[in-house]
């Protein structure tokens, strides 16, 4: 099924498009990483398909009219929230506000899927420790659990393991993949690491300098702009 | 002590000490809720600039001779806060510079109007009043503990129902925005509410320490807490105390009641300051 279309859509900012003519299909179940270069638009084309910047041309349509625009995402790491008070319930739990409708307080339900999430994503154990005081692995998975709070079915990554170390990267994409693979979460991922992209994704969608284009792995690892290539 | 304690209960049994400590009690309770918010969203100086306008307001309604300045302070300054608040997105001159620009333009045009045209005898003395809170909060009517009682209702109901929403917009914008929540109207309210508490609380410290009120009691708290939750709650205890505190001691010492009370919250500060790194919060 078909979860996101965007037909022919161009983004940017004054007037300016830095991303033109842009088609392509997200299926449920997908792994489609964004790849490409630094300023090409990635995370531009992220915050339009949720709904935070307007397109200059075209259309993104989502086939759940229900949820509409409703996403979850995990934002690109940022220092801003490293004082915030606030435990990893409470992060986690402000994923439901956007479902809360005319309702002020969360239901008996919101708050199981909270902890599933918590669960699902094995923080439970920290779910009364200060946000502050995780690790960078630990703030991600906060992080993602808030997101899945807000939308069972799909997540938007932006560079999900930049700052984090060795280890956590592995952990943080195979959680991922296991979203992708057992929970049936369609992922979108932005990310610089073309080696994880060609090992968890199964669509590539590139942004850059040559015209973008939308294919398969197979057929981003065989084309000129994937970078063994242009190297050789 | 036993004497000071007499005196206190003698103190009480007058209506306007009644009033004070009735109007400073509620005035705490909404500054220090809202005064998290705004620490965490980085608006504090939005507070303190708003706080100028009500300044230069109330000069220009004490000069226009209204019966009820309140008529002119409350509108001019949430227009203010909205105006600032919109100006924060997208507009030309910077938001942290155009809100020091409307701040010290209107404490000059405040001053400015008041020495021209007033007709008081001590125009020196209505402005240090103004500024830094005088004797006015003793001289409350039983009108002016109503209006405030209601006003302090309203923005604790508020501050109870959109408290979910509040926390999210305030952790994380931009993800709020993506999963549907209103976060321009939110920012909105948090604005109009902000205003009027600096307005009510004008009466207590002055225009110049109102924004003392706001921030002192949720900085404090933000040194000990560890949940927004608690953070909340830990911040209207140490405003209320602090500010009971300063209204009794300002009366007994015979000290002006705003710096009395900012005191109040410097000194909570630095045990909340030393309490955080014994913790090691």
Do not use: W
């Not at chain 2, 005088?134 to 009517?141: G, Q």
């Amino acid at each position: 099924m078909v979860q996101i279309k965007c037909n022919d859509v161009s983004l940017g900012y004054d007037g300016k498009n830095i991303v033109e003519h842009l088609d392509f299909e997200i299926e449920s179940g997908d792994f489609l990483c964004i790849v490409g270069d630094n300023g090409s638009g990635k995370t531009t084309l992220m915050k339009a398909l949720l709904g935070l910047k307007k397109v200059s041309s075209g259309s993104i349509d989502f086939a759940d009219r229900a949820t509409g625009r409703r996403l979850g995402y995990l934002p690109q790491q940022s220092e801003e929230r490293s004082e915030f008070p606030a435990t990893v319930e409470e992060v986690v739990l402000s994923g439901l506000v956007g479902s809360l409708g005319a309702k002020c307080f969360f239901s008996r339900s919101g708050r199981k899927t909270a902890r599933e999430n918590l669960y699902r994503l094995g923080i439970s154990d920290l779910a009364k420790k200060p946000f502050s005081k995780l690790s960078g692995g630990q703030r991600q998975r906060a992080l993602l659990a808030r997101a899945l709070c807000a939308v069972e079915d799909m997540i938007l990554l932006d560079e999900p393991v930049s700052g984090l170390d060795p280890a956590a990267t592995e952990d943080m994409y195979e959680l991922i993949c296991e979203l992708n693979k057992n929970h049936g979460v369609t992922v979108i991922m932005i990310t610089h690491d073309i080696d994880a992209a060609v090992r968890y994704a199964n669509k590539v969608l590139y942004i850059g300098k040559e015209p973008s284009f939308f294919t398969s792995v197979d057929e981003y690892v065989a084309s000129p702009v994937f970078p063994a290539r242009k190297e050789a | 002590m036993a004497d000071m304690f007499a005196k206190i209960v003698d103190y009480f049994s007058y209506d306007f000490v009644r009033y004070a400590m009735i109007v400073g009690i509620l005035v705490s309770v909404c500054a220090a809720l809202f005064g998290v918010i705004l620490v965490l969203k980085r608006f504090s100086f939005i507070g303190d600039g708003l706080s100028h306008v009500a300044f230069g307001a109330m000069a220009i309604a004490a000069v226009a001779g209204v019966s009820d300045k309140m008529v002119i302070i409350m509108p001019v300054t949430i227009l203010t806060a909205i105006l600032l608040l919109g100006a924060g997105k997208n507009a030309k001159v910077k938001g942290e510079s155009s809100v020091a620009m409307v701040s010290v333009g209107a404490m000059a045009l405040g001053y400015l109007v008041m020495s021209a045209f007033s007709s008081s005898s001590n125009v020196a003395g209505d402005v240090c009043g103004s500024l830094f809170g005088s004797f006015s909060i003793l001289t409350l009517t039983k009108a002016d503990m109503i209006l405030c009682i209601s006003i302090s209702a309203i923005v604790l109901v508020f501050f109870v129902l959109a408290y979910n929403r509040m926390f999210a917009v305030t952790f994380d914008e931009d993800f709020s925005k993506a999963t549907g929540v209103r976060a321009a109207l939110n920012n909105l309210v948090i604005a109009v509410i902000t205003a009027v508490i600096i307005v009510l609380a004008q009466r207590l410290v002055g225009s110049l320490l109102v924004s003392a009120l706001l921030i002192f009691p949720a900085l404090s708290a933000m040194r000990v807490a560890r949940s927004f939750r608690s953070t909340v709650i830990v911040s209207v205890i140490i405003s209320v105390a602090c500010s009971s505190f300063g209204i009794l001691a300002s009366i007994l010492l015979s000290t002006p009641v705003g710096p009395t009370v900012v005191c109040a919250d410097i000194i909570a500060f630095g045990i909340c300051f030393a309490a955080g790194k014994i913790l090691k919060r």
